[in-house]
């Protein structure tokens, strides 16, 4: 009785409207219901009609008057005439749904408000059939026969809309209430063969500098493997907020470009060698944390992120076409402008504001790599600590309009970034763009400007593997640039290629010619889960020296994503 209750209590909120208009035979009435069909799927499991054998036909007025007063029955009996009236209506629309073997079964009573239930189902079905071309169907003895009973019935009626009412109201109460911690795991596999070849070996770009740091990296043509796994872990505690996650592994495979990384050859965390080399390659085999940050809403308009192990390239320097190594390009000359991001990890925090969650977002952030030191590192003369040198903070200004369907086809995005780094000063401004031309087509690119200075000492005498020995100033003035073209759904949909060109540092007085970075690559999808990409980079002027060889790298990337 409960559930069949429930279930009636479920149907439509409106109330009932009756407007009768006879003409010739046809009765013509609605009822306002946001789901006439709604108590057709009604199934009385509570023994509610008996129709074994029932081929009676409508029981009208004239031939059937009440036993007794319906409106004083407590409960409704198969014997009453209400019961026996609604019982033929039914089957004679169809309009209570009834038991695998086509029977209704049972003789048991039935409470007001079950039979209010039941009546309810049938007036629905009547209705949306005096509203169709079957109205012509639907006589007006049978109607005639409804109204009696939902006058009768009346009270009954309205509690059931009173009570669905306040269950929908309890319902969202519920709802809104019911979340519960949840702890979700996602993660990426990514196994990539590499060929690598270059025909001479690279030299540091400083010139005429006899400092004996400066060296050179024999570059050989090797094909090696490089595997990494990154298990990612999103607990919510509130469904508003996000405590992230990231455990990393890898077999430590390089390719040439990380081959050049060495502890000299350092401006800030990226330099050279990063530009050049795979983003994934060089990860180690035990498992380490690589992000853990936990995100929460301020206000409406404004969310937050505090972390101790955070990577600002999660969340400034985006672009559609040219972010993430496991689905676009490999290396971070064109995942990201190199000269923006010269802390990239540490710990630290981030404010997003959206005004009215609209078309300009503000993002400010600030990171520390030394944030875990209580003390200072005397060798390199760094204070480190939350505040202290490594650190940076950046900020980035997004304008990105939405058209009709909600998408964003043009996005600019205005930087600046201030940060300490190895007792160099750093100040770079950057722009970074992406406009999807059409379906097929996208553009996107990246530039950044800006100083890096050694405060009152001369910069070679930080940098002497990059500064050229005839340079006695203690700053330098960078560039760099990155432009590329997209094609989204290639080859079939899902598939993406893309070929980029750029140059990563542009400074005169940092060797004698200027790095230029070309790579493409296609992305085909096997499964949605499941994409292999062939990649190939060219590498010329390696680290600003016009004597070093072109570098070609050539990979295969597969990623499983879970």
Excluded at 171 to 185: M, Q, V
Aim: aromatic share 10%; proline share 4%.
């Amino acid at each position: 009785m409960i559930l069949f209750l429930n279930k009636c209590l479920l149907g439509s909120v409106v109330s009932i409207l009756v407007n009768t208009i006879f003409s010739d035979q046809l009765l013509a009435y609605s009822f306002s219901s946001s789901d006439l069909n709604k108590f057709s799927e009604i199934i009385i499991r509570r023994d509610l009609i008996l129709f074994q054998n029932s081929d009676s036909h409508l029981i009208s007025n004239s031939k059937a008057e009440p036993s007794s007063n319906v409106s004083q029955l407590i409960d409704v009996s198969h014997q009453d005439w209400a019961f026996m009236a609604l019982q033929s209506l039914a089957n004679r629309y169809k309009c209570l749904a009834d038991y695998p073997n086509l029977t209704y079964q049972g003789d048991r009573s039935l409470t007001r408000y079950e039979f209010a239930g039941a009546l309810r189902a049938c007036s629905d079905r009547l209705t949306q059939k005096s509203q169709t071309s079957l109205a012509d169907k639907v006589s007006t003895t049978d109607l005639l026969t409804l109204q009696k009973l939902q006058t009768d019935f009346d009270a009954e009626l309205l509690s059931l809309i009173n009570q669905v009412t306040d269950l929908e109201a309890k319902n969202i109460t519920l709802e809104a209430n019911s979340f519960s911690p949840t702890t979700k795991l996602s993660g990426v596999v990514l196994m990539s063969i590499t060929a690598n070849h270059s025909n001479s070996d690279i030299a540091q770009p400083a010139l005429d500098n006899t400092n004996s740091s400066v060296f050179s990296t024999q570059l050989n043509s090797n094909t090696n493997a490089i595997a990494i796994i990154r298990l990612n872990l999103s607990t919510s505690f509130s469904g508003e907020d996000l405590l992230y996650t990231r455990l990393e592994a890898g077999n430590s495979g390089v390719s040439i470009g990380t081959s050049l990384d060495q502890p000299e050859a350092l401006i800030g965390y990226v330099g050279f060698a990063n530009s050049s080399g795979l983003e994934y390659s060089g990860i180690s085999p035990e498992f380490y944390l690589g992000a853990l940050r936990y995100t929460f809403l301020i206000s409406k308009n404004i969310q937050a992120t505090i972390g101790a192990v955070l990577s600002l390239n999660d969340y400034f320097d985006l672009n559609s076409f040219s972010n993430d190594e496991t689905i676009d390009f490999s290396t971070s000359m064109f995942i990201s402008n190199p000269l923006l991001l010269p802390v990239n990890d540490g710990t630290g925090g981030l404010v997003e504001w959206s005004p009215n969650q609209g078309d300009w977002t503000l993002r400010v952030g600030y990171v520390a790599t030394g944030a875990g030191f209580a003390t200072s590192d005397p060798i390199r003369n760094i204070n480190q600590g939350i505040f202290g040198d490594p650190y940076q903070a950046i900020a980035e200004l997004e304008f990105a309009p939405k058209d009709a369907q909600e998408n964003t086809p043009v996005s600019i995005r205005l930087q600046y970034t201030n940060g300490s780094v190895n007792n160099l000063d750093y100040n770079i401004g950057g722009l970074n763009f992406e406009w999807l031309i059409n379906k097929g087509l996208a553009v996107f690119g990246r530039y950044g400007f800006g100083s890096i200075q050694n405060r009152d000492n001369p910069i070679r005498d930080a940098l002497p593997t990059y500064i050229n020995a005839n340079f006695a100033g203690n700053s330098i003035q960078p560039q760099t640039w990155s432009l590329g073209l997209a094609f989204p759904d290639f080859f079939t949909e899902g598939s993406l290629g893309a070929i980029a060109i750029g140059q990563p540092f542009i400074d005169g007085n940092v060797g004698n010619a200027t790095q230029t970075n070309i790579e493409l690559f296609v992305k085909f999808p096997i499964t949605s889960q499941i994409h292999i990409t062939p990649d190939l980079q060219m590498i010329f002027n390696p680290n600003n020296n016009s004597t070093n060889g072109t570098i070609s790298i050539l990979s295969l990337r597969t990623v499983f994503s879970f």
